[in-house]
């Protein structure tokens, strides 16, 4: 028996040690998949852009064009043109800018696509001109340089609330004028 008494100690630390390699395996072994994970994940998201960027987009037959833009309540632009339902994702973009050269597409997905005022204000079809526009709900005035990009001159106390429902409705899309004149004398007009 004194013999036995000698090797007491081996077999709990022979489970200790097995415990602990176990235990180190395991966090070894979950390590190694998150970084797998992590890679791929990225690999994926790299190879999707890629994908996406040449296969067809598969816009609905239905899918609706909608204009949001900041606190305002999103207008509906119409559907999509049939040419655009079997287009890539980029010459589907490339399409909505050269028919609204002043917007972007916000979001897009298979049933709709939202798009938003460009965020550098520029318009082409505004360029050299003065817009009255509504603005946090007053009237304010910009002028468009020649590349088309907005510049405010003057924010009104004007409140667009106070103006008849026709006068508001033509200010949703903003009045455009050709010349600083126009555009004061149309502000009077307003005022009084």
Do not use: H
Not at 4 to 11: P, Q, V
Not at 88 to 105: F, G, N, R
Not at 109 to 123: A, M, V
Not at 134 to 143: A, H, L
Request: hydrophobic content about 30%; proline content about 2%.
């Amino acid at each position: 028996m004194k013999n036995m008494d000698n090797y007491r100690w081996i077999i709990p630390s022979l489970i200790a040690l097995g415990v602990i390699l176990l235990s180190g395996g395991i966090f070894v072994g979950v390590k190694s998949y998150e970084t797998l994970e992590a890679n791929s994940t990225k690999v994926d998201n790299t190879t999707q852009k890629n994908l996406s960027s040449k296969q067809k987009f598969k816009l609905d037959e239905y899918c609706q064009i909608w204009l949001q833009d900041d606190n305002e309540i999103p207008v509906m632009l119409g559907k999509v043109n049939e040419d655009l339902l079997n287009k890539t994702e980029d010459e589907i973009k490339t399409a909505l800018k050269e028919k609204y050269p002043d917007k972007e597409v916000s979001t897009m997905n298979k049933y709709q696509i939202i798009l938003k005022t460009s965020k550098d204000g520029t318009d082409l079809s505004k360029a050299n001109k003065y817009t009255l526009e509504n603005e946090d709900g007053y009237i304010s005035v910009f002028k468009y340089n020649k590349e088309g990009k907005k510049e405010l001159v003057e924010k009104t106390s004007i409140q667009i609330k106070s103006l008849p429902k026709s006068v508001q409705e033509e200010l949703k899309d903003a009045i455009v004028l050709d010349n600083e004149d126009d555009a004061y004398s149309r502000l009077e007009d307003f005022g009084s």
